[in-house]
């Protein structure tokens, strides 16, 4: 019997999943505090014994660990144009895993790089320009960030004329050159980026988030818990050689501080009357909602939903509700724990951010009318006809209405313009070991797919 | 302007407009003739062009219209160029301009006056438009 230990190191649990990889089975799984501040491995030790409770003595011949403790991996971007490298930009950095603590366009200004500096991110990306296109912006923009003698590493992916230059005006710190995140005009080549800076994650995030303690028991492999769970989906959707996928999907997570949302789809245009406009999005997609969050961003729930709304789905009176919100405010470890309305609460504040996080994710379609007749035109992806919807998250998977609240992720004819799914299997993630499976599935990718079919908690009837 | 070898043109169809033919046509025209081109393709806004000619730090942008409303559409173009930092940026235009028959000479004034470069009847060939790029961006004596 081979048995595999994954771990998850987040910012509050460590997470542990134990797989017997000749059956293809969860042994079990555990979660104990996370101790950051004090020593890591006090976190991993705890779980470790609660997991030897659950399953007894176990041998593990391998053993993996994705990480989002200490605040994640954080990036700030700066780019040229903001729809254009700024977004290209954006979607490296958080298809990679990544929190992005600052989007920069245009020009660093003092002011800019001051509050950069503040800010002390994990690493930079420093992009701008097609190939052959604009250099001034991010040589300029090299020359500033030289000016606050960075202390984190630097990574370089924009007009491939001005990339040496840029090295050699930040030659004093730690600089990597990856091809451009936008060579030509509205083309994409994110990848080698997001490759670089996983790559920095692994050898110099590790050390820096206290993790490198336990690095002696980890086999090799570590990347931000975000882009294991995208690689997870990623081989949910694709499927293997072997093994089929579950074809395209949206995956939704919803957290204490933060919405995360996951397309892996093509999503272009399905009518030869539509026009699509902006930069082509990743196949595999991650966007984060940093406003939108059940505890920390109940806040930002409020404002885009209103009172009226979240009073309507919950049951509760107005009052009611602006009164349990200023307490979650106040109480941000509060769990409904059989608490009738509170548990009506939530869950109309995690529908309520379930939908209006795949309403930012998903594509918009307007109508408009020329000398040819009626034409459509399309920015973003078209989710209309993904059918499978994957949920992920503390405060959805712990709720019995998992499956009523994914459905507010639908296509709603209130809103024809906004491309969401008409209809939808869900797929809920009940034992919480997607970031798990992420992991597994650089080495086993087989028993990572047929796990996750087999422990995903099914509701539905699309084809 | 950037010091690479090609000259970098922005085209498309700018506003409502969907006639995707002869932007084609024109696309392969000018990249023929030596250009890099960026096609933006059909019903492209102002701010589509300018974005593009940032990022890419384009020589020249020509657009194009068929459908009539070219006039209202590229009001303002020029202004934003400046503003955008694209200070005497050629702007090039052509088609079906304007609605309705009209003197074409007091047509391209009013085009002049809206600070486009050069402005081109409908029936206009992508030679002549090639020829008026290359007088305006000093590259008369290459051989391409």
Redesign the interface.
Known sequence: MKNVLLIDFGSTYTKLTAVDITNERILGTASAFTTVETDICEGLTNGLKILEEKIGKTEFFKCYACSSAAGGLRMVTSG??P???GEAAKLASLGAGAKAIGIYAFELTEDDVLEIKALSPDIFLLV???D????DCILHNAKMLADILPEFPIVIAGNR?AAAEAKRILKNSEVYVCPNV?P??GVLNIEPTQKQIREIFLNRIIKAKGLSRVSGLLSDILMPTPSAVLKAMELLSNGTKEEKGIGELVGIDVGGATTDIYSVADGMPEQMNT?Y?GLPEPYAKRTVEGDIGMRYSVQGIVDSAGFDEISKISGLSKERVSALVEHLKLHKDTVPNGDKELEKLDFALSSCAVREAVRRHAGKISE?????GQ?F?QEGKNLTHVNQIVVTGGSLIHTKETEKIARFAYFSPDEPESLRPKNANVWVDRSYILAAMGLLSSYYPDAALRIMKKELEFHGDCQ | M?N?E?K?LIIGVIG????AVGNKILYHAFTEAGF?V?N????VSQE?YI??A?????DAIVVSSL??QGELDCRGMRQKCDEAGLKGIPLIVGGNIVIGKQKFSDVEKRFKDMGFDRAFPPGTSPETAIEALRELLGMDGENK
């Open positions: 040229l144009v729809e254009l490298t701008g320009g097609t052959g296109g604009n250099r004329t936008m030509k005009f026009v406009k408009t009318y020329t000398m040819m034409t035109v | 950037g690479q090609k970098v409502a407009d969907v006639h890099e960026v933006l393709g059909v019903m589509e974005a593009a940032i990022e890419a730090d384009a459908y009539g």
